[in-house]
């Protein structure tokens, strides 16, 4: 069921540049179990498109089915949704984004969805860089139909029953950058201060950007022998170093070392600024960020931060040449070529 | 012509079959398409067919060629002339020829048929290709060109329009234009030196075809949905709908790029897959632009979950599903009207589709443009079904119309004024009581009119909802919605006969020009019929009454199991004994004969001698 929050407004709550505050940017109660990490992502896109000074209504925010699939009733109340079917969400992105390029698009997904039923279309929104947010909320399981295990689960995990996973997980940041995803990153729902910068970054980058964000399932995957607990995770999560976002025209607050940061421009002139963990990374360099993904898997590590991002990119609708225009506000007098052009189509066919 | 012709030679003017046997990828297509062109250019109406295999290279293919002054369009049967380039199937080719008909064979390999019933034409085209062309490529490519040239004082085709046809199909490269005549030269001159001509059979100059066109259904789909103002198409290759989308962006890409930035004011997306294609074009609807997808049965099965979320979240969609033999992959290349069933009610749970039945290109184009204001209208999805034998084959078609006055219908759409006179938007609110809720697109309003698209049960406000009784209330809605679809539909074509009492026939599509041909053998034998085109789903009110007006009607169409006729019985409730079925589904084109046969012994009780 969808339940709505009463509107109560606090005087005093911070206003962002729109004068709104984070409770204009809050949807529906969520119905997901208490302490699941798909809330806490909920509550960092809340956070991110405040920041940004987005409005709402421009968003649309699109899904396949599952657990994460649900999420985007419980933010953004303003903007319009679309909950499709199971791991179909980047095809009703693809054809939303060529009719209107001046929305953004939040795709919310979940590892069933996108690494399982919907890997096909996961993959080929990317290759045609449809711009947008592609959100999973990776918990490597099946959440809705009880814990079964999902394609990202690791291959020494259990599931709540105490069997094992045979199968390798599929790395679905490694996957995403060898298909060309223009902006990569993989977070963690427990680590806010990370996440929510990563969000402002994908949001104000052009093309597809991947937030692969483990999330930890409370009920069925967050026992002692999973590999995606909380417990788990905080032991072997390697984070990039600190990710500040750097609004268009701000100067940039963080102190890093010399040499142990790196820049990053987006498109719109904001950026993003990382700490380096090791100073030979570049995030712009496609094949060393597969191999820091790769060395930290066998370290038994799992790499959080930005991982890759191209800044350079044509999205779709450029490649395809379309108009400034939105495709959708075009009206009849430009659609129709009318009848004095068909009476000459008709005389090349007779 | 070495064989004794024991049997009189036929003699027919204006009203023949040609049949031309050709090894696919040889480039034969162009050459027997300018065949075809050349008669209708003279004003004599023809009917060609393709008949090709699932293949690139190196099988069997034929064109065939139907001549009939009076311009009957379905397919006849029977082969008057056969041009036989394939050895491969010189026995099938040459056993197909009529009585008293006519072979033309390459004869730079000589044969003997065993038909001394027909008038052999022995012409050395290879060796006179040889001879005159020196590039190996021009020598298998002309040999086409050549036949046609020799059929030219044979037939007695107007050599000019032959030639002007080479010089149109050429206008972009003229360098083409020399050999090419100088092909067509070789065939003519040989016939002229060395044969009698013309044959028993020939053309004359009839200029019947003045406000006539020569086009393809796929072509005329294409053309119909840059009219209709579709901006987003997206695909998944599959014969024999692929040219749907190739015709689409072939006009988009003359007709449709902005004057001024040059910028494309469409966009064409080759999907991974008829899933992929279908969400899209939903993708693209829900957006607000008007956008479609093309494809046949195997991708109608792949859409079919797709189709139940459009249908039940009220998305506009249009759909081509030209049909080709099924089921499974079935004949790629083979026409059928075998996807009715899985049409009305693809994808599971109670659901159930507007579907629009075009009868020739012409057809194509009007409902292919209409199909965009129905599904925008209706908020659902709309086919329009077409089949291969309309969909890749020229017919002889009405020049196409359009009425510059007549505004696109978008819809129950609700811009930012409307919403700012509103207390209370709710998507699935029937406000008007015809089961039509009010739309909003993404990104209207600050404040007003977002609301939840979902393929969950929801209530009046898009709310997701586990209650028994307003999913009921929204699938009851939506029947109503379906009751609003039929008064919109294109209407059936009636045309009743004079006698009272008369039994009636139901038929659709690619059926019709067999049909209308059967009705006057049917006529000249003293048996009359009620005719009924059926060209919608839902049925409106006119198809009952044409039902419970007639005690026996035969339905016809190309399916085993009597597609259309099961829709009729279930969605009205008709006994099964009052509609006859009468089905052909061998993948050929349905013949007059077959069906003037079935009915007049039913009705006569006794055999059809034609």
Not at chain 1, 154 to 161: P, R
Not at chain 1, 197 to 212: R, V
Not at chain 2, 21 to 41: L, P
Not at chain 2, 366 to 377: D, G, H, K, T, Y
């Amino acid at each position: 069921m969808s339940y709505f929050k009463p509107i109560n407004k606090h005087p005093n709550l911070e206003k962002n540049k729109l004068g709104l505050t984070r409770r204009d940017y809050e949807g529906g109660v969520s119905t997901l179990c208490a302490g699941c990490g798909h809330d806490s992502i909920s509550a960092c896109i809340i956070e991110a498109c405040f920041r940004l000074n987005i409005e709402a209504y421009k968003v649309a925010k699109l899904s396949g089915i599952g657990c994460s699939s649900k999420a985007p009733a419980y933010f953004l109340n303003a903007s319009h949704g679309f909950n499709s079917v199971h791991g179909r969400m980047p095809s009703i992105a693809t054809g939303a984004n060529c009719a209107n390029e001046d929305l953004l698009y939040l795709g919310v997904s979940g590892d069933g969805d996108s690494a399982s039923i919907g890997i096909g279309q996961f993959i080929h929104a990317i290759r045609r860089q449809v711009n947008m947010v592609y959100f999973v909320e990776n918990n490597g399981t099946y959440g809705l139909t009880k814990g079964q295990f999902s394609a990202t689960n690791d291959l020494e995990s259990k599931n709540k029953y105490g069997e094992d996973n045979l199968f390798p997980p599929i790395d679905l940041t490694s996957m995403a950058i060898q298909m060309g995803a223009s902006y990569v990153a993989r977070s963690f729902s427990g680590d806010r201060d990370q996440l929510v910068p990563l969000i402002m970054g994908a949001i104000q980058h052009k093309g597809f950007a991947l937030l692969d964000i483990i999330s930890p399932c409370v009920t069925f995957n967050n026992h002692d022998s999973s590999t995606k607990s909380y417990d788990y995770i905080r032991n072997h999560n390697e984070a990039m170093g600190k990710t500040d976002f750097v609004p268009l025209g701000e100067e940039i607050k963080t102190n890093y070392d010399d040499g142990s940061s790196v820049e990053v421009k987006l498109h719109d002139g904001s950026r993003l600024s990382l700490e380096k963990i090791d100073h030979n990374f570049d995030p712009t360099d496609a094949g060393k960020s597969l191999e820091l993904i790769r060395e930290k898997d066998k370290e038994g590590k799992i790499i959080t931060g930005l991982l890759y991002v191209d800044n350079k990119c044509k999205p779709l609708t450029e490649i395809m040449d379309l108009p400034d225009k939105p495709l959708n506000t075009l009206e009849q007098d430009e659609l129709c070529p009318g009848s004095e052009i068909l009476e000459e189509i008709n005389k090349g066919l007779s | 012509m070495e064989n004794p012709v024991k049997v009189d030679p036929i003699n027919s003017l204006n009203d023949f079959v040609i049949k031309f046997a050709n090894v696919n990828g040889t480039g034969s297509a162009s050459a027997n398409q300018m065949f075809a062109k050349s008669i209708f250019r003279m004003g004599i109406p023809i009917s060609p067919k393709n008949i090709f295999p699932s293949n690139i290279q190196g099988l069997p293919t034929w064109f065939e060629v139907r001549v009939n002054n009076k311009g009957y369009l379905g397919s006849r049967g029977g082969v008057d002339i056969a041009v036989a380039m394939n050895p491969q199937t010189y026995t099938q080719d040459v056993e197909e020829i009529s009585e008293g008909g006519y072979l033309l064979y390459d004869s730079t390999w000589k044969r003997n048929f065993n038909r001394d019933d027909i008038t052999v034409i022995e012409i050395p085209l290879t060796q006179l290709c040889v001879d005159s062309f020196t590039n190996a490529k021009q020598r298998a490519l002309f040999k086409n060109i050549a036949y046609v040239g020799a059929l030219s004082p044979l037939l007695e085709i107007e050599y000019e329009v032959l030639e002007k046809l080479i010089s149109e199909q050429f206008v972009s490269k003229p360098a083409l234009i020399e050999p090419n005549i100088k092909a067509l030269n070789i065939g003519r001159d040989y016939v002229l030196k060395n044969l009698p001509y013309p044959l028993g059979i020939n053309v004359k100059r009839e200029d019947k075809l003045k406000d006539k066109i020569l086009v393809s259904g796929n072509d005329a789909c294409g053309l119909g949905a840059v009219y209709g103002g579709a901006t987003f198409c997206s695909w998944y290759p599959i014969t024999p709908s692929t040219s749907v989308a190739e015709g689409f962006e072939k006009y988009a890409s003359k007709y449709r790029v902005d004057p001024q930035t040059g910028k494309n004011n469409y966009i064409s997306v080759q999907a991974e897959d008829e899933l992929a294609a279908v969400g899209m074009a939903i993708g693209a609807n829900w957006n607000g632009a008007r956008g479609f997808t093309a494809t046949s049965g195997p991708g109608i099965s792949l859409m079919s979950e797709f189709l139940g979320l459009a249908y039940f979240a009220e998305v506009p969609l249009v759909i081509f599903n030209i049909q080709r033999g099924g089921p499974s992959t079935g004949m790629p290349t083979r026409t059928q009207q075998s996807d009715i069933l899985s049409c009305a009610y693809a994808s599971h749970g109670d659901t159930k589709h507007v579907l629009l039945f075009p009868e020739d290109p012409q057809e194509c184009f009007e409902f292919s443009a209409e199909a965009f204001n129905l599904a925008e209208r209706l908020q659902t999805p709309v086919f329009v079904i077409s089949d291969l034998d309309i969909g890749m084959n020229d017919w002889v078609t009405d020049k196409f119309d359009w009425d510059d006055e007549q505004k696109y219908d978008r819809g129950k759409v609700l811009k930012a004024e409307d919403l700012d006179k509103m207390d209370n938007f709710g998507r699935y609110l029937d406000v008007d009581d015809d089961g039509i809720c009010y739309r909003t697109y993404p990104g209207t309003h600050p404040e007003k009119g977002a609301f939840f698209t979902r393929g969950t049960s929801h209530d009046e406000y898009a709310r997701y909802t586990e209650n028994g009784d307003i999913n009921e209330q929204t699938l009851t809605r939506l029947v109503k919605k379906f009751r609003t679809a039929s008064e919109l539909v294109p209407d059936p074509i009636i045309n009743l006969s004079e006698k009272q009492g008369s039994s009636g026939v139901i038929f659709y599509g690619s059926t019709s020009a067999a049909m209308y041909e059967a009705k006057d053998i049917l006529n000249e034998n003293n048996i009359e019929v009620d005719l009924m085109r059926i060209r919608s789903f839902p049925f409106n009110l006119d198809v009952w009454e044409f039902i419970e007006n007639h005690d026996l009607i035969y339905v016809i169409e190309q399916n085993r199991d009597s597609q259309m006729r099961t829709l009729i019985m279930a969605e009205g409730g008709i006994s099964a004994e009052k509609l006859r079925s009468l089905v052909w589904f061998n993948g050929d084109p349905i013949q007059a004969k077959f069906i003037a046969k079935k009915i007049y012994e039913r009705e006569s009780q006794q055999a059809l001698i034609t």
